[in-house]
């Protein structure tokens, strides 16, 4: 045995999967300072990992749904890193990456944490290639509804921004320049892989300049926030435009002052209870849902 990895198709001895028969072209690994697993080093720092993930041109998908979402959108995997027991449940993608000559590795779950940091629950990562990025002005063309993030930083209300978009009709998603990474490992779980699926990509400079990007391509631009002239979300639901971008802000301060007076109006959502706003992600969702287009859910369905 060479380098913390067992030799191909041989079973895990000395482990607690020593009973495991891996299948063909599936590496068994014992130590998580192995230099083929750096892009799996420290996924809990994420400072550490804001930076180097766009540096290396790879995001880190996890649990079978998620992979599978983001094979199926057409994004290339780097390698495979899990536990034993999801080699039968992702026999068909092992069995793929072997065909493609992607690595899969796997491992008990002490090496694997020592590795990433945290206890893989969901028991399978894949190290996916960045995609490209379209242009903006591909994004708007033929889109009637837009989300835009300004400068949200938690990754959990990305990702719960991303699945709203993908159930309520959004047609493209723009983040500005210090949102936070969609493609970041907790954005990406919590939107369950819809950052698949909703066509997304950075709009820059912003805010100079951006809103009138928006409006040079015929949309209404509403700037959700607080402000004094405000028109009620019902308001603006019951005589929407064709074609509307929705401006929502980073959570504490909302949207900056630049970006309030350059869009069309200010929407407000009104509140009881004495409370004056929602979270981000929450907002998000009420306002997908009153502006959806056609006024009903895509589909036909409605879950939650």
């Not at 001895?13 to 072209?25: E, F, K, N, Q």
Request: hydrophobic fraction near 45%.
């Amino acid at each position: 045995m060479t380098g913390g990895v067992a030799p191909t198709g041989s079973s895990p001895i000395g482990s607690t999967a020593a009973a495991v028969d891996l299948p063909a072209g599936v590496e068994w690994i014992t130590d998580p300072g192995d230099p083929r697993l750096a892009d799996y080093v420290s996924l809990t720092d994420v400072a550490l990992r804001r930076r180097t993930e766009p540096e290396r041109g790879l995001y880190v998908a996890e649990s079978e749904k998620v992979i599978r979402r983001a094979l199926a959108a057409g994004h290339r995997p780097r390698s495979f890193l899990m536990a034993a027991r999801w080699l039968t449940d992702l026999a068909d993608v092992v069995a793929q990456a072997r065909v493609g000559g992607i690595p899969v590795y796997a491992g008990d779950h002490d090496v694997i944490e020592t590795l990433t940091g945290f206890h893989l629950h969901r028991g399978a990562l894949a190290a996916m290639q960045r995609p490209v990025l379209p242009p903006v002005g591909e994004l708007l063309a033929g889109a009637r509804r837009v989300l835009v993030l300004e400068d949200i930083v938690d990754h959990t209300n990305v990702g719960a921004c991303f699945r709203s978009a993908a159930a309520l009709g959004v047609d493209a998603v723009l983040v500005t320049p210090r949102c936070a990474d969609p493609l970041y490992r907790r954005s990406v779980r919590v939107s369950m892989g819809t950052v698949f699926q909703v066509p997304w990509t950075r709009i820059e400079p912003w805010p100079r300049g951006g809103p009138e990007v928006l409006r040079e391509q015929g949309f209404t631009v509403a700037a959700f926030a607080l402000a004094d002239d405000a028109v009620t979300l019902d308001a603006l639901a019951a005589d929407p435009p064709e074609r509307l971008a929705l401006v929502l802000g980073t959570e504490g301060d909302g949207l900056t002052r630049h970006t309030i007076a350059a869009a069309d109006l200010a929407v407000r959502i009104p509140m009881a209870g004495g409370v004056d706003s929602l979270n981000v992600a929450a907002a998000c969702a009420v306002a997908l849902w009153a502006l959806r287009p056609g006024g009903s859910a895509p589909g036909g369905a409605a879950t939650v």
